[in-house]
């Protein structure tokens, strides 16, 4: 089979444009998706609800439509504008984030969330099938490293403004904005990160939408399903180990700050400034790293390096997951979260580039929604995993940490098993996909 063909350095320089507009998005995605996390203390303060009540506003409401939304969206990434769908959707969450802004009580908030993630399902299809063909295979899985160094560049950012938010709480004051009339502090945040948003979605006016490497069509979901029978094990281990990831990170991003809060004794303001960093540093390295590893095993020769870096992931972080709640010295849970970042952000860009490398072209944005409806419908059980654990089963507030030290090494472990039981049917869906020229 003939190498793949250099992209020329103007449409080189194009398509690393589009990753970074695509890389702002899902960066604003996350900030959107997260601050919450930040802001349990407060929110349960003005409305009234329980730990397991707040897992549902940072967990279930979002994933119900997001994962809803993202299978019926996806398909429209394999034959319509990508670029106005991401766009689309950009404004459409920015709006929703807002609209938690105006919410006074568990069900406005609730449903606002939930159109936060009706948002948020139009941005990865699109994406992924915009980073697929921008970039030869060689290439593909640094990209989409970079792209998913959104959810950490998001998640720091989330975490700083968050603690920032909470720190100001503490007087109590009220806050008049246009339109929304009188706030809370944790209300005016979600007002100006979705009106910060709306603004940004311009810079797709910026992005040319690429060309399709192959012609954009109507492919009815009995492809699809085909598709998903002939790589029957290949797909499900793909999306059942990379889900079973996702519970974990969900879980642990969920309640790390609650963690740091109860057990640590840290302010809000000091969660910001120490934790965020973390988030960013440890993960972007993390995810760029992972995509880089991958490309390097792949020029070698491994062609189930994607996969393979999704169970040395696993395998790093069940011992890191049992470790980190359970020291009491607060420095080393930093260094501990620093190390548990690094590693479960190693996943991020592979996991997309071992769907890329082995679904048709013409199939891309529906596969791509069918694998991220399993990672956040699974994903989004995290948090209440660790809510009901600690509210049913230790019946104190104060042991989260404990909750955290049996829910994640056990998903980590699970993960690593369904991981290693596709390598060898990842390694021959990628070689019929190389004999096929999909």
Same mark, same amino acid.
């Given at each position: 089979?003939?190498?793949?063909?250099?992209?020329?350095?103007?449409?080189?320089?194009?398509?690393? *444009?589009?990753?970074?507009?695509?890389?702002?998005?899902?960066?604003?995605?996350?900030?959107?998706?997260?601050?919450?996390?930040?802001?349990?203390?407060?929110?349960?303060?003005?409305?009234?609800?329980?730990?397991?009540?707040?897992?549902?506003?940072?967990?279930?409401?979002?994933?119900?439509?997001?994962?809803?939304?993202?299978?019926?969206?996806?398909?429209?990434?394999?034959?319509?504008?990508?670029?106005?769908?991401?766009?689309?959707?950009?404004?459409? *969450?920015?709006?929703?984030?807002?609209?938690?802004?105006?919410?006074?009580?568990?069900?406005?908030?609730?449903?606002?969330?939930?159109?936060?993630?009706?948002?948020?399902?139009?941005?990865?299809?699109?994406?992924?099938?915009?980073?697929?063909?921008?970039?030869?295979?060689?290439?593909?899985?640094?990209?989409?490293?970079?792209?998913?160094?959104?959810?950490?560049?998001?998640?720091?950012?989330?975490?700083?403004?968050?603690?920032?938010?909470?720190?100001?709480?503490?007087?109590?004051?009220?806050?008049?904005?246009?339109?929304?009339?009188?706030?809370?502090?944790?209300?005016?945040?979600?007002?100006?990160?979705?009106?910060?948003?709306?603004?940004?979605?311009?810079?797709?006016?910026?992005?040319?939408?690429?060309?399709?490497?192959?012609?954009?069509?109507?492919?009815?979901?009995?492809?699809?399903?085909?598709?998903?029978?002939?790589?029957?094990?290949?797909?499900?281990?793909?999306?059942?180990?990379?889900?079973?990831?996702?519970?974990?990170?969900?879980?642990?991003?969920?309640?790390?700050?609650?963690?740091?809060?109860?057990?640590?004794?840290?302010?809000?303001?000091?969660?910001?400034?120490?934790?965020?960093?973390?988030?960013?540093?440890?993960?972007?390295?993390?995810?760029?790293?992972?995509?880089?590893?991958?490309?390097?095993?792949?020029?070698?020769?491994?062609?189930?390096?994607?996969?393979?870096?999704?169970?040395?992931?696993?395998?790093?972080?069940?011992?890191?997951?049992?470790?980190?709640?359970?020291?009491?010295?607060?420095?080393?849970?930093?260094?501990?979260?620093?190390?548990?970042?690094?590693?479960?952000?190693?996943?991020?860009?592979?996991?997309?580039?071992?769907?890329?490398?082995?679904?048709?072209?013409?199939?891309?944005?529906?596969?791509?929604?069918?694998?991220?409806?399993?990672?956040?419908?699974?994903?989004?059980?995290?948090?209440?995993?660790?809510?009901?654990?600690?509210?049913?089963?230790?019946?104190?507030?104060?042991?989260?940490?404990?909750?955290?030290? *049996?829910?994640?090494?056990?998903?980590?472990?699970?993960?690593?098993?369904?991981?290693?039981?596709?390598?060898?049917?990842?390694?021959?869906?990628?070689?019929?996909?190389?004999?096929?020229? *999909?």
């Amino acid at each position: 089979m003939a190498a793949p063909t250099a992209l020329p350095a103007a449409s080189n320089a194009r398509a690393w *444009w589009t990753v970074a507009v695509l890389t702002v998005a899902y960066t604003f995605a996350f900030i959107d998706r997260q601050v919450i996390y930040l802001l349990v203390t407060p929110i349960r303060a003005d409305l009234g609800i329980s730990d397991t009540q707040m897992s549902l506003l940072m967990g279930l409401s979002f994933a119900l439509f997001y994962t809803l939304f993202g299978v019926l969206i996806g398909p429209l990434a394999d034959r319509t504008s990508r670029r106005g769908l991401a766009a689309g959707g950009f404004v459409l *969450w920015s709006a929703m984030t807002a609209a938690c802004g105006a919410a006074r009580s568990f069900g406005g908030l609730f449903m606002a969330r939930l159109g936060v993630g009706v948002g948020e399902a139009a941005l990865s299809p699109a994406a992924y099938s915009m980073i697929a063909d921008e970039f030869p295979r060689e290439r593909r899985s640094t990209a989409l490293g970079v792209y998913s160094s959104g959810i950490y560049i998001g998640s720091s950012l989330a975490t700083y403004l968050g603690g920032a938010l909470v720190q100001g709480v503490s007087d109590g004051r009220a806050l008049a904005l246009p339109i929304f009339g009188t706030v809370q502090p944790w209300q005016a945040v979600f007002v100006l990160l979705g009106v910060t948003g709306i603004v940004l979605a311009a810079l797709f006016l910026t992005v040319r939408e690429p060309p399709r490497r192959a012609p954009a069509t109507r492919e009815p979901f009995r492809a699809v399903l085909a598709h998903y029978r002939a790589n029957a094990k290949f797909l499900w281990t793909h999306h059942g180990g990379f889900a079973l990831l996702s519970l974990a990170g969900y879980a642990s991003a969920a309640w790390i700050p609650t963690l740091l809060e109860r057990r640590h004794g840290w302010s809000p303001s000091k969660i910001g400034e120490v934790y965020g960093p973390i988030i960013a540093i440890a993960g972007i390295t993390g995810v760029i790293a992972g995509g880089r590893i991958a490309d390097v095993l792949k020029r070698r020769g491994k062609s189930d390096a994607n996969m393979r870096v999704g169970l040395a992931a696993a395998l790093l972080c069940a011992p890191l997951g049992l470790a980190f709640p359970l020291v009491s010295d607060s420095r080393l849970c930093a260094g501990l979260l620093f190390l548990f970042y690094l590693a479960s952000s190693l996943p991020w860009g592979v996991a997309a580039a071992a769907l890329a490398d082995t679904v048709p072209d013409r199939l891309r944005g529906q596969a791509s929604a069918i694998y991220l409806f399993a990672i956040n419908a699974v994903g989004a059980l995290g948090p209440t995993a660790i809510a009901l654990v600690t509210d049913e089963v230790f019946e104190r507030d104060s042991a989260i940490y404990l909750s955290l030290a *049996w829910v994640v090494p056990i998903v980590e472990v699970a993960a690593a098993l369904v991981l290693y039981s596709g390598l060898r049917a990842y390694r021959a869906s990628a070689e019929r996909s190389d004999a096929s020229r *999909w």
